[in-house]
């Protein structure tokens, strides 16, 4: 994650959206961008506008402005393009299969309509990818919300889109169903060659799952960039919620099979958390620092349960609510790698803690955003 | 005695007639059902009390409009004709008017049903309009169809005001057999009214029957 510029356009295949006008009495006035690969949020509460801007990229409503996906301009003045003629795929809030066709009949549909057509290689991929091999012959009414999602999105992939939409997939599924369907979204967005703009109002799904995040409010875009810079942007106020928290790449280095314990390479200093096994060497990992498990202190504890304990600069200390500080840090020699800490005021005027000074940051949990999600508020 | 080769004659004619009044119905009347369930108008309104008004005017009533409608100075005067009325033409105009709503209201309630939802989809999966109505819409709305077909077909077979009225009573041409059972009656042939009478209550004992078992079984597979 590197903190590019914000106003940077869209890259070569990416998705260059500028949206404005009304729905209802709400006013939408949306304009960001999204490179193309990998999965940028858009994240707000609801009833902050984000269908309504999903719903305008597919073309499903119209409002006034430019949609350019992959060097096509799909909307500009004049020019609107329904939306069948937008090469996209929709995933909708409920899976939305079309009950009057199996599971196999509702995959071929967009099929069958993709320009070019999907050969049986890739028919077999997505079908491996997202595991609907036992699926295949059971009827659509018979298959679980977790299911029916799987296929969606399966169906949505085989019509062979240049822009994946995902509109709140997982909000109508119970806790064990998102577990369950989360590491499949994870693995398609690490395969698929194509920008997924990815819906969600739980941080939690957007922690695991995106690259980049759009921050609507009222229906307006509040901020957009990396993952890692909007949630340490202590303006953006994520840092008040009690669950903030900072996901940071790291590359697995090795596995004790003594305690289970995985080392992980966090620019250039060393992470333990709770792995799964020796295959993970090698691996990309996502690190979720909880901001109120991280304390700090001037010199490093000799005798700790503490396990990881970070060499950190303070970057700038902003009040966090009543009795508390949200300070934001940044991993010394990695100053891209950012992460918070809550301390109380009173520890801070004890330590006199200032921007510029290098400390030990103690982490009490260090998670990965991979493993069991986080249970949603 | 049973004139059979009477009663065969207003049989074929009856299904003949309710055969082709329904397949004309089905082709009229599912864009116009479609329109109407999709639309928020006040001309759809209008248009939709228009072609719900049979299920309450009494037959007489249309069947004097048609009657005029179809003379001279009508339909008739256009196709160079006296008039439509007491010809087989006339009596198919005439039942697909009175049998239109039978028809038109259950195709339109079930696109109702099936919403926007399905169609969006189908956008998204690149299907035209023209391509998600055959493949979304009318497979979502088979019971609908289903229906339509069923009471179109025997509403027209068990009209009788109407046909009275623009059809009169000519064998092989307009008489039916609701018109047939009333002919009997009325030369004291009771036992050809036995027989008449008879076939049409099984008729449309196993109509009804046949109807809400179709319902039950689409309605299991419907989501």
Do not use: C
């Amino acid at each position: 994650m590197t903190a590019e510029s914000v106003s940077s356009g869209a890259a070569p295949g990416g998705l260059d959206v500028a949206l404005a006008g009304r729905r209802g009495d709400f006013a939408i006035d949306a304009a960001f961008t999204a490179p193309a690969r990998g999965v940028t949020a858009l994240f707000g509460p609801s009833g902050s506008g984000k269908t309504s801007i999903l719903r305008a990229i597919a073309g499903l409503t119209r409002l006034d402005g430019r949609v350019r996906v992959a060097g096509e301009t799909w909307q500009e003045g004049a020019r609107f393009l329904p939306p069948h003629r937008r090469a996209l795929g929709y995933v909708f809030q409920e899976a939305s299969l079309f009950s009057h066709l199996s599971v196999d009949g509702n995959l071929a549909y967009g099929a069958r309509r993709s320009p070019g057509g999907v050969d049986a290689a890739m028919r077999r991929e997505v079908i491996d990818l997202l595991s609907l091999d036992r699926l295949m012959s059971r009827a659509v009414a018979d298959l679980s919300g977790g299911e029916r999602q799987r296929v969606a999105i399966g169906r949505a992939i085989l019509s062979r889109p240049r822009l994946l939409l995902m509109d709140e997939p997982l909000s109508g599924l119970d806790h064990r169903a998102k577990d369950e369907i989360l590491p499949f979204i994870e693995r398609l967005a690490a395969g698929l060659d194509l920008p997924i703009l990815y819906v969600s109002h739980d941080l939690a799904e957007i922690e695991r799952l995106a690259d980049r995040i759009v921050v609507v409010a009222d229906g307006k875009v509040r901020a957009s960039g990396p993952l890692n810079a909007a949630l340490t942007d202590l303006g953006l106020g994520f840092v008040r919620d009690p669950r903030a928290a900072a996901v940071l790449p790291a590359r697995v280095v090795a596995f004790s099979q003594e305690d289970g314990l995985a080392e992980l390479d966090l620019g250039g200093q060393r992470v333990f958390v709770d792995g799964s096994g020796p295959e993970e060497i090698g691996l990309e990992r996502r690190l979720r620092i909880v901001a109120s498990d991280v304390s700090l202190a001037r010199a490093p504890l000799a005798s700790s349960t503490i396990l990881n304990i970070l060499g950190v600069e303070i970057l700038a200390i902003e009040p966090g609510g009543r009795a508390d500080l949200a300070i934001l840090l940044a991993l010394d020699g990695a100053p891209d790698l950012t992460f918070m800490a809550k301390v109380t005021r009173r520890s801070a005027a004890r330590l006199s803690l200032a921007p510029g000074d290098r400390l030990h940051a103690q982490i009490k949990s260090v998670s990965l955003a991979t493993s069991a999600m986080p249970r949603s508020r | 005695m049973i004139d059979t080769g009477d009663v065969f004659s207003a049989l074929t004619l009856t299904l003949e007639l309710a055969t082709v009044t329904t397949l004309v119905l089905l082709v009229l009347g599912t864009p116009l059902a479609w329109w109407l369930a999709r639309s928020r108008s006040l001309v759809s309104d209008m248009v939709g009390t228009l072609v719900a008004l049979p299920l309450v005017m009494p037959p007489t009533v249309l069947g004097f409009y048609l009657l005029i409608a179809l003379g001279p100075s009508g339909l008739g005067g256009l196709f160079g004709l006296r008039s439509l009325a007491f010809s087989f033409p006339g009596l198919v105009i005439g039942s697909v008017v009175y049998s239109l709503p039978f028809v038109v209201q259950p195709i339109r309630n079930a696109f109702e049903a099936v919403g926007d939802r399905p169609l969006e989809v189908a956008a998204t999966l690149r299907a035209s309009p023209l391509d998600r109505f055959f493949t979304v819409a009318v497979p979502l709305a088979r019971a609908g169809f289903l229906t339509g077909t069923v009471l179109g077909f025997a509403h027209t077979v068990g009209e009788f005001g109407v046909v009275l009225m623009i059809g009169g009573n000519i064998p092989g041409e307009t008489r039916v057999l609701s018109i047939a059972i009333f002919d009997y009656v009325e030369q004291l042939r009771f036992a050809d009214a036995h027989l008449v009478a008879g076939g049409m209550l099984v008729f449309s004992f196993l109509v009804i029957l046949a109807m809400s078992r179709i319902g039950r079984r689409i309605g299991e597979v419907r989501p």
